[in-house]
């Protein structure tokens, strides 16, 4: 029973930007951009096909400068945002726009040919800009965060010292700053990144700075929790598990990633130590919660199972066992296997490492799950190389059986 071999992708130049499609619960779609400092910078919209194990592209320009994040709408496959860096005025400028992916009966005179290597840009169509999300007097902005599992109607923007709530009305194309609150503490502390709750009715959010993760109430923007000193160095990603509403994941340059109960902050639940240089990205498993995924600068991409902090902690839920089934019909070659695994695999997953991916020869500044597909995930590093990857046949199914 082997495992599918990972499908890497190219880009033309540097990257670090990479998200799944939140809106997206049926094609496995990732959407990339690009950082470079000489040529037009591009949105790439991937399409995974699971039969042919194959990426099919379509390009986008972005002309506005450097994409340092991108964040899709949870209420329409079609909207996202980019902060991307920009000069003006030769200062460098840190800006974010809300944007609408074109359809192909909107343009389609401009429409790509996805075969071929000619130029990318030759290709790309032109995205539709709705609305900024700036305001100069409260700094530039570094991260977008979207209200989960809504209508894509709230948004946060966080500069380096300021959280700001926007209200967006897609159909106006505007969006209006409803609140804002200012980050404040010794040393004019500055945001890092940051992280809406999916849990307690979508009113809490946390963010990083330095090496201090907050928790705010953005019905009174006031800080609900602090934990100082979170890592030994400065924080980079946070993520909240989707299924255990008071758990939080973090990571940092100090080459951790670290889970916390938000209720009792004076030490975390779990430290992983697995990585040898700066963790960019901490991601839960939006269906597996037990799963978790970090990218490092050490060119790694780490699967870990948390199982006891997490909400399946004997390894599998009910519901999925009916993709046995599925799974049996669709490889039926493997049908001894699987009797073999169910037979074997009565005992909970081990914690700890369960895969390590090596594809990348660059920093992996970034690894999103796919929000179709539970058992699949793709990676980015700085050289413009994306990696879609699986879990490990033999770690699913002892997860599902």
């Avoid at 499908?7 to 470079?36: C, K, N, P």
């Avoid at 591009?42 to 592209?57: G, M, P, R, T």
């Avoid at 939006?286 to 997490?310: E, P, Y």
Wanted: glycine share 4%.
């Amino acid at each position: 029973m082997e495992d599918d071999a990972p499908v890497i992708y190219g880009l033309e130049f540097q990257s670090r930007a990479l998200t799944s499609l939140a809106a997206e619960t049926d094609a496995i779609q990732f959407l990339v951009g690009t950082q470079s400092l000489k040529n037009d910078n591009q949105v790439h919209l991937l399409d995974f096909d699971e039969d042919n194990n194959s990426l099919n592209k379509t390009v986008f320009r972005h002309r506005e400068g450097e994409i340092w994040q991108l964040s899709t709408s949870p209420g329409d496959t079609q909207i996202f945002t980019s902060v991307y860096s920009k000069i003006f005025d030769n200062k460098t400028q840190h800006s974010a726009t809300v944007w609408r992916l074109p359809e192909p009966e909107d343009d389609s005179a401009n429409e790509p040919e996805i075969q071929g290597d000619d130029d990318n840009l030759a290709q790309a169509w032109t995205l539709e800009p709705l609305c900024q999300l700036e305001n100069r007097d409260l700094g530039d902005v570094i991260s977008v965060l979207w209200e989960p599992q809504s209508d894509g109607s709230r948004l946060i923007s966080l500069t380096g010292t300021h959280i700001l709530m926007w209200d967006l009305n897609v159909s106006d194309a505007e969006a209006k700053l409803t609140s804002s609150v200012a980050l404040e503490g010794k040393g004019h502390p500055r945001f890092t990144t940051g992280r809406w709750n999916p849990h307690h009715n979508n009113t809490q959010i946390a963010t990083a700075n330095d090496s201090s993760i907050r928790g705010w109430d953005i019905r009174t923007m006031k800080e609900a929790y602090k934990i100082e000193n979170a890592h030994s160095q400065l924080v980079r990603d946070l993520d909240f598990n989707p299924n255990k509403q008071y758990y939080l994941a973090s990571c940092g340059d100090d080459c951790k990633a670290r889970f916390w109960d938000i209720r009792n902050t004076t030490s975390a639940v779990m430290t992983l130590s697995d990585h040898s240089h700066w963790i960019w990205s901490v991601r839960y498993n939006q269906f597996h919660d037990q799963l978790v995924l970090t990218s490092s600068s050490d060119s790694r991409v780490i699967l870990t199972n948390a199982s006891s902090i997490s909400s399946e902690p004997c390894g599998q839920l009910d519901d999925d066992r009916d993709s046995i089934d599925e799974e049996r019909e669709e490889n039926s070659d493997d049908g001894d296997d699987l009797d073999d695994l169910e037979d074997r695999n009565k005992e909970p997953l081990k914690e700890g490492v369960l895969a390590t991916y090596e594809e990348h020869e660059d920093s992996v500044y970034a690894g999103e799950w796919s929000t179709a597909d539970p058992w699949l995930f793709a990676s980015l590093s700085y050289d413009g190389r994306l990696v879609i990857n699986r879990v490990p046949r033999a770690v699913k199914y002892q997860i599902l059986l």
